[in-house]
């Protein structure tokens, strides 16, 4: 069966600083991969999408960019970290058309 | 830009009672997709529609979509505690495309 993990779980971060995200999928090959961002009160907002390895597409222009090192690997990351950067992050893999979510990283930039 | 509302957006019922959420589109959709999420936690896939007037059941929560296409009611009988959770709707944007939209999501609580 299919796994999704995301890690860490919570980071806490200085306004400033850099991230990194990552997600990894297991029992599958060539899915589809996606970043979303779930703020507080709000849906969640699509932020990037990926076919293949190093392709990836752009949802919403911001200081945040992805990476797919390899195909069932999918890394977010960012140089400088705003406070809007603040909220769940989630990552999901798709095969057909349903998409299936991992735990979520909760990051707080203060 | 096609968008889901869901209503309500918060619902407080006692155990054993049932209750219905829906999700209206703002143009025809192509699979309409049910999620529940715990707080702080990752989305789980309930059920996914895409014809008109289907409808799928799992356990007590069953899910329809109308004729047109544009709204979607998930519907819990004799809900549990268990059952609390935020429910979401999502749809893909275009038919064929990668890119979801999702609904704000529906605040449910069971009162044991």
């Known amino acids: 069966s299919q796994t999704i993990h995301q890690w860490p779980a919570t980071l806490v971060q200085p306004v400033g600083s850099p991230l990194s995200l990552e997600c990894t999928v297991e029992?599958?090959?060539?899915?589809?991969l996606y970043w979303y961002r779930q703020a507080a009160g709000r849906g969640l907002q699509l932020l990037f999408y990926?076919?293949?390895?190093?392709?990836i597409s752009s949802e919403v222009p911001q200081n945040l960019s992805a990476s797919r090192p390899q195909d069932r690997q999918f890394i977010l990351s960012s140089k400088k970290l705003l406070l809007s950067d603040s909220g769940f992050y989630l990552c999901a893999w798709s095969v057909s058309s349903t998409q299936y979510f991992g735990p979520g990283t909760r990051l707080t930039v203060l | 830009s096609q968008e889901l509302e869901q209503s309500p957006q918060s619902l407080i019922v006692q155990e054993g009672k049932n209750l219905t959420i829906n999700c209206t589109s703002s143009k025809t959709l192509y699979g309409l997709y049910w999620y529940k999420q715990k707080y702080g936690e990752g989305l789980i896939f309930l059920m996914m529609?895409?014809?008109?007037?289907e409808e799928k059941s799992h356990e007590k929560i069953t899910a329809k979509l109308d004729e047109k296409k544009q709204q979607s009611s998930l519907h819990i009988t004799a809900s549990q505690p268990s059952h609390a959770g935020i429910y979401l709707c999502?749809?893909?944007?275009?038919?064929?495309?990668?890119?979801?939209?999702f609904g704000t999501g529906t605040r449910l609580k069971v009162l044991a």
């Open positions: 529609l895409q014809k008109g007037g």
């Open positions: 990926s076919v293949g390895i190093g392709q």
């Open positions: 999502g749809a893909a944007a275009t038919s064929g495309t990668y890119k979801y939209i």
């Open positions: 029992g599958t090959s060539n899915p589809n």
